[in-house]
């Protein structure tokens, strides 16, 4: 009996694994080379030697202009970034100290070129932009939540410069054109009490408006991110005194 029960119970096991493996074989395979890649601007960096190091703290923004910023700094400065979306400044809050260890060496930075406002000036609900939702933090929240960030920067020593929030055009989904105003209006004060230099890539993006913004979006052209880069070069080669 004991015999027939083990017989029934591996029989059965080798059914299962013969059609699972049947199965397997007719299903869609992935292509190589198929996967979604993560963003080229999120990888780390080594650094070269003998060069100060700056670190990169924004949304999907600084993230396309994180490349050019780091080759027209080449041999000047070693320009790390976060290695994810900065989001809004309450997940700013909760993921600084994170953040801050980037390279995970507790090496010290030089200079820190930060943004937040795109994110937490957004009408959210439901896991969606939705311009019925509510703002993720309202001006006085934003305000706030920046003083406690930037409390928290300047005991890392390094030289901080602040890049204002770029425009909202008008038909951005889940954004209202030029809230941004108000919260740059915020951030500006905020920069102003403490003495933090400020990139005002509002002004420059503003500018160039139709050129270098895409339609109805947030985001920008490749040669529109690399407008922005010089700028952003421009006021870390400031910081650094080069």
Do not use: C
């Amino acid at each position: 009996m004991k015999s027939l029960q083990t017989f029934l119970r591996y029989g059965a096991l080798a059914v299962y694994l013969s059609t699972a493996s049947a199965l397997w074989a007719q299903a869609p395979q992935p292509e190589r080379g198929g996967e979604k890649k993560k963003d080229p601007s999120l990888a780390a960096i080594e650094d070269e030697a003998g060069l100060p190091r700056v670190l990169l703290i924004g949304d999907s923004i600084s993230m396309g202009y994180t490349l050019p910023t780091r080759e027209l700094l080449k041999g000047v400065a070693n320009v790390h970034r976060i290695p994810t979306n900065g989001s809004s400044s309450d997940v700013g809050l909760k993921k600084l100290d994170e953040w801050l260890a980037t390279d995970g060496a507790g090496k010290k930075w030089d200079v820190i070129h930060f943004n937040w406002g795109l994110h937490d000036l957004k009408h959210w609900k439901e896991g969606k932009l939705d311009l019925a939702g509510p703002q993720v933090n309202p001006v006085d929240q934003y305000e706030k939540n920046l003083r406690e960030i930037l409390a928290r920067l300047k005991k890392t020593g390094a030289k901080l410069i602040f890049a204002t929030t770029t425009p909202v055009p008008e038909g951005s989904g889940g954004r209202v054109a030029k809230d941004e105003i108000a919260y740059n209006e915020a951030a500006t004060h905020v920069m102003k009490d403490e003495g933090v230099a400020i990139d005002d890539l509002h002004a420059l993006a503003e500018s160039k408006l139709g050129e270098i913004q895409l339609p109805k979006n947030v985001h920008f052209s490749n040669p529109g991110y690399k407008t922005l880069a010089e700028q952003v070069a421009g006021s870390i080669k400031t910081a650094l005194g080069k």
